[in-house]
């Protein structure tokens, strides 16, 4: 049973300290989604990747965050200073896009990171 | 640019009873539909989508949605309720074509309560 897997699945830190969390998507998969879940703001796209490149991140505060894919396998969202307000359920999903057809795009949702920053 | 809007934050059903959850989407063309369910603690999970043929399409644990292109909406339905369906629904939408924006945008979330 393919799943996509997240890392870690609760973090707490103090505000000013770097976090990195890992997301495995489900092998074969060639897009990555980054999202964010608050009760204020909902679901909010932060990044995404197709065949390992960001196509993008406008959803991401620029100055803190930044996400990259280093292999396939891999994908990571960091977050450099953290702050409260960055407090939050982060998801990573990943899909196939076929090239070339009419494009589908089924996202497979991981377990969730759930940030506090104090 | 696509959009999608759940007009309902909350619905409450009786156990047993039909259900409906509202979804209307803005997307030029014909666009892919999708519904999404979360549970407590847990991430999303795919119910069903639309992309080309019956307007009527089923999905997972008796969910049903109709797409309705006059009306702009792809509301979801399921016959009988169950307890175990109460969870936050999620529907979104994506355009279609290669050259274009291939995200797909998530609605506000709908949080179903299903009533004992």
């Known amino acids: 049973d393919a799943r996509v897997t997240q890392t870690p699945r609760h973090k707490v830190t103090e505000m000013g300290q770097e976090v990195t969390m890992r997301c495995q998507p489900i092998?074969?998969?060639?897009?990555v989604f980054w999202y964010r879940q608050t009760m204020m703001q909902g679901l909010e796209l932060l990044a995404y990747?197709?065949?390992?490149?960001?196509?993008?991140d406008s959803g991401m505060p620029k100055d803190r965050f930044s996400a990259e894919m280093p292999d396939a396998t891999l994908a990571t969202l960091k977050i450099q200073p953290s702050e409260p307000r960055d407090s939050a359920v982060y998801f990573c999903?990943?899909?196939?896009?076929?090239?070339?057809?009419?494009?589908?795009?089924?996202?497979?949702f991981g377990p969730g990171t759930r940030l506090t920053v104090l | 640019a696509q959009s999608v809007a759940q007009p309902e934050d909350q619905v409450n059903v009786a156990e047993g009873n039909p259900l409906t959850v509202k979804c209307t989407y803005s997307v030029s063309g014909n666009p892919y539909l999708f519904w999404y369910v979360q549970y407590p603690n847990r991430g999303l999970q795919f119910l069903l989508k639309y992309i080309t043929g019956d307007n009527l399409v089923k999905g997972s644990y008796g969910f049903e949605a109709e797409f309705n292109k006059s009306q702009t909406s792809f509301h979801l339905k399921k016959p009988s309720a169950l307890v175990s369906d109460s969870a936050l629904y999620f529907c979104?939408?994506?355009?279609?074509?290669?050259?274009?924006?291939?995200?797909?945008?998530f609605g506000k979330g709908t949080r179903l309560h299903i009533l004992p």
């Open positions: 990747f197709r065949n390992r490149a960001p196509l993008d």
């Open positions: 979104a939408v994506r355009d279609p074509y290669w050259n274009r924006d291939d995200k797909i945008i």
């Open positions: 092998l074969g998969h060639n897009t």
């Open positions: 999903a990943s899909g196939l896009l076929l090239a070339g057809v009419l494009k589908e795009d089924t996202q497979y």
